[in-house]
Nanobody, 124 residues
Framework: QLQLVESGGGLVQAGGSLRLSCAASGRTFSTYAMGWFRQAPGKEREFVAAISWSGSNIYYADSVKGRFTISRDNAKNTNYLQMNSLKPDDTAVYSC?????????????????WGQGTQVTVSS
């Protein structure tokens, strides 16, 4: 089992920034692709960003490209989502995910491991 714990969510004004963190434990973090999904009230869960185990391959949803940056620190078993120029449409519960395969994180909603989620609210 891989346990994922998110932190860093909160309330921010439009145009502001937040950095989400996802701390992993239980298995070899560096062998897993990591990513973030989000789900707003009344909407389907959607992919936000993903990073391969080595950090060499990174993917973003079109809606966040140029504003969000995903990164990882394998020595700290942590990955990060830096969110800049936030918009009210970014309001959602953000969940950290992990899977042995990057493709699963990028192209499906079924990564093997999920965190409990952290709320991000952007006010206009």
């Amino acid at each position: 089992q891989l346990q994922l714990v998110e932190s860093g969510g909160g309330l921010v004004q439009a145009g502001g920034s937040l950095r989400l963190s996802c701390a992993a434990s239980g298995r070899t973090f560096s062998t897993y692709a990591m990513g973030w999904f989000r789900q707003a009230p009344g909407k389907e869960r959607e992919f936000v960003a993903a990073i391969s185990w080595s950090g060499s391959n990174i993917y973003y949803a079109d809606s966040v490209k140029g504003r969000f940056t995903i990164s990882r620190d394998n020595a700290k078993n942590t990955n990060y989502l830096q969110m800049n120029s936030l918009k009210p449409d970014d309001t959602a519960v953000y969940s950290c995910v992990a899977d042995p395969h990057t493709k699963v994180v990028v192209t499906t909603t079924a990564p093997a491991y999920w965190g409990q989620g952290t709320q991000v609210t952007v006010s206009s």
